[in-house]
């Protein structure tokens, strides 16, 4: 008789050890198949002034640099010889833009030159230095830049401005963006899966189902995480000067508390990959330092949900497994009633073109190594040709391990799956070997299966 299916489309499968033959199978190297090749172009916040001059968002001036000129020892507004001319700032839209003028040798001639200026870091907690009421104060900026406080990342001089490289910085801005959209999708699927579980759930519910008095606890200060997230995601898109995505409204396959508390599992281990694998696309150092930070925090959650409520392994093997964007979204979908293509529709051009979601793949809910276990997933769109065939491949860390699936869509299970922890499992087309696990070739998943260790492992 066929094993049971879980409802969901996600499998959380308890994996067990059992004696078996070994199947056909070889490993090789995850990076190589589960990484996307494409490199987007990501431009930083240390923006640069285009032909037309163009005004920075007044968020987008940073936190001041501790950066001392020789020249400001004087008198900051001094015109001798080694003293620079002052600048003077002035709000132009929702930008600032300081100007100063140009010397022309020893003459007294000069013409205007304007600069824009950007300062380190990606926060801005510390616009307090030349804000007022949260608005840029333009006098007391000049002051500060006069005075050698701070310094203009460049001065561009209109003139001779190279609108080439502002074509291309703007290209990378947009590239930028859209994976600020993409974390920011992710993170609104994800706060709005923490928050609907609590407000459906209450101390009496988990009581009841048997866990301590501070499980619920623990998951609202998660839940609240999920929110400072999105705001600070909201935020480091529109002061990059972009558009950020517009909220969904999501609902996940939620029956009791317990598969809450499985799929709270599922929801920070996908976030944790997702950076893991999105992190390579940011040129702009700033967004893979927030990247980390957000990876960290991420994965601290999972080992804590697995451990402390699940009673499982806090971790997996010696590397966490890295996700493409469009496996990502697959699995959110799965897990959901995410409906991406809808998404991208009501958000034009704010995501990833790339982003290409696969059909769902339901697994076993028993999956044990060396046994075989059914996977349910739609026929392959165009049919396999006569020297095709399927494949499954479970990627673990930087390893992906290939197993043939038969005609009645069943497959083996690897033994060497035993206390991997978390696998990622997708079905794969091919001629008699694969190169890519993610691409044109997959048919379905991923779908997420849990093969648990214990502390004497």
């Known amino acids: 008789m066929k094993a049971a299916l879980l409802t969901s489309f996600v499998a959380i499968a ?25 490199r987007a172009t990501i431009s930083s916040l240390e923006g640069k002034v285009n032909s037309a001059a163009a005004p920075v ?66 926060t801005h907690h510390h616009n307090s230095v030349f804000s007022r009421d949260g608005e840029i104060d333009p006098v007391k900026l000049a002051e500060l830049i006069n005075s050698g406080t701070l310094h203009s990342r460049e001065d561009v001089d209109l003139a001779t401005s190279d609108s080439k490289n502002n074509e291309d910085e703007s290209d990378d801005s947009s590239a930028d963006i859209q994976n600020l959209n993409l974390a920011l999708l992710i993170q ?27 499980v619920r ?51 920070t281990t996908i976030g944790t ?10 040129n702009n150092k700033e967004y893979v330092t927030v990247g980390a930070a957000l990876l960290a925090l991420e994965a601290r959650q999972t080992g804590w949900i697995n451990s402390a409520i699940r009673q499982q392994n806090p971790w997996n093997t010696a590397f966490e497994t890295p996700l493409t964007s469009s496996q990502v979204i ?35 809910s028993q999956l ?25 491949t479970f990627l673990f860390g930087f390893e992906t391990i290939f197993a043939p699936i038969s005609e009645r869509f069943y497959v083996q299970i690897p033994r060497d799956l035993d206390g991997k922890g978390t696998v990622f499992v997708s079905v794969l087309r091919g001629r008699g070997g694969m190169d890519a696990a993610d691409g044109e070739n997959v048919v379905a998943g991923p779908a997420i299966a849990v093969f648990p260790f214990g502390a004497e492992k």
């Open 14 to 38: 308890m994996a067990s050890t059992a004696s078996a033959s070994v199947i056909p199978s070889y490993t090789a190297h995850h990076h190589d198949m589960t990484m996307p090749h494409r």
């Open 57 to 122: 968002p007044a968020d987008a001036i940073l936190a001041p640099l501790p950066v001392a000129r020789a020249e400001s020892e004087g008198e900051p507004h001094s015109h001798g010889m080694g003293y620079p001319p002052p600048v003077s700032c002035v709000l132009e839209g929702k930008g600032v833009v300081c100007s100063k003028p140009k010397q022309e040798g020893p003459t007294t001639e000069s013409k205007a030159l304007r600069s824009v200026y950007h300062f380190g870091g990606l």
């Open 188 to 214: 609104d699927a994800s706060h709005a899966f923490f928050a609907q579980g609590l407000s459906r759930f209450q101390q009496e519910d988990f009581s009841l189902a048997g866990y301590p008095d501070w």
């Open 217 to 267: 606890g623990r998951y609202l200060q998660i839940r609240d995480q999920k929110k400072v997230h999105l705001d600070f995601l909201k935020s480091a898109i529109t002061t990059s000067g972009g558009e950020g995505v517009k909220e969904g409204e999501y609902q996940f396959h939620v029956n009791d508390i317990h598969s809450f508390v499985d799929l709270s599992e599922a929801i």
């Open 273 to 282: 990959s997702s950076y893991i694998g999105a992190i390579h696309n940011f």
């Open 330 to 364: 697959t699995l959110l979908s799965s897990l959901s009633d995410l409906n991406f293509n809808s998404i991208a529709s009501a958000n034009p051009s704010l995501l990833p073109s790339s982003i290409t979601p696969s059909p769902a793949l339901t697994l076993s």
């Open 368 to 392: 044990i190594p060396g046994n075989e276990a059914e996977l349910v997933f739609p026929l392959p769109s165009p049919p396999l040709s006569r020297d095709e065939r399927l494949y499954a």
